[in-house]
């Protein structure tokens, strides 16, 4: 199928849950950590739920094996508590949890900021296509796919600055604010539009000389987001 299995979550989980063709063609533990994790990012699974192995083999179609190597790899991420003999408990949203991921955030978006500055160039085509399926979204009102568009906008900056590891803890942070950020979006659309425009904003600094301008509309962007987040708690 061309998966990079890991890389397409969403794309699995959707074939998981249509038991579309080729899905026996996906390892069973992957199928297992995609569906649970879109199902916990879409707030199927809210937080304080308890899911056991033997419903989410169930769900699936498979084994309780590959379902206990999903959920660690779910614990990991912090999206669920693991509790022997009982099941896993999905995580709630805390105001601590969003501090701390903000502030890791903040701290590899300014040094990918400076680590990309001088290809710049070559960044700007690929944002502008994510922000262009930003506006789409946006027109659909559709949150969650607009969230997505959002953190593949950053994920190509931070993946441009060529650290796998920060890249791959980035991509778990993100994860979790996904599950922050919906239910703001859907109360108040308009922070889509304020999103956009910082978005564009980022893309214009990028095609200047000015990299302080870049970093500082990066952590303006951020210190929004915390805004944002903290005013729903």
């Known amino acids: 199928m061309g998966f990079e299995l890991g890389d397409q979550t969403t794309e699995i989980a959707r074939i998981v849950a249509e038991a579309a063709p080729g899905v026996e063609k996906i390892p069973a533990a992957e199928r297992v950590y995609a569906y649970v994790k879109a199902a916990i990012l879409d707030r199927v699974y809210p937080g304080g739920a308890l899911l056991t192995e033997g419903e989410l083999a169930t769900a699936v179609g498979v084994s309780r094996t590959p379902v206990r190597?999903?959920?660690l790899r779910?614990?990991?991420s912090g999206l669920v508590k693991l509790y022997p003999k009982k099941g896993a408990l999905v995580l709630p949203v805390l105001a601590q949890e969003i501090n701390d991921v903000l502030e890791a955030r903040e701290l590899i978006e300014v040094h990918a900021a400076a680590k990309v500055w001088h290809r710049r160039r070559q960044l700007v085509?690929?944002?502008?296509?994510?922000?262009e399926q930003m506006r789409t979204h946006r027109r659909a009102g559709d949150a969650k796919t607009f969230l997505e568009a959002d953190r593949a906008f950053h994920e190509a900056i931070v993946g441009a600055a060529g650290n796998e590891i920060l890249a791959k803890l980035y991509n778990s942070l993100r994860d979790r604010q996904v599950r922050m950020g919906v239910p703001g979006i859907e109360v108040q659309p308009a922070r889509m539009d304020k999103s956009i425009a910082?978005?564009?904003?980022?893309?214009e600094a990028l095609r200047g000389n000015s990299h302080k301008r870049f970093r500082d509309l990066v952590v303006d962007h951020i210190h929004v987001a915390a805004n944002d987040l903290r005013g729903l708690r």
């Open 69 to 71: 190597e999903a959920l």
């Open 74 to 76: 779910l614990e990991e």
């Open 125 to 131: 085509e690929t944002l502008e296509e994510h922000v």
């Open 198 to 203: 910082a978005h564009q904003e980022m893309i």
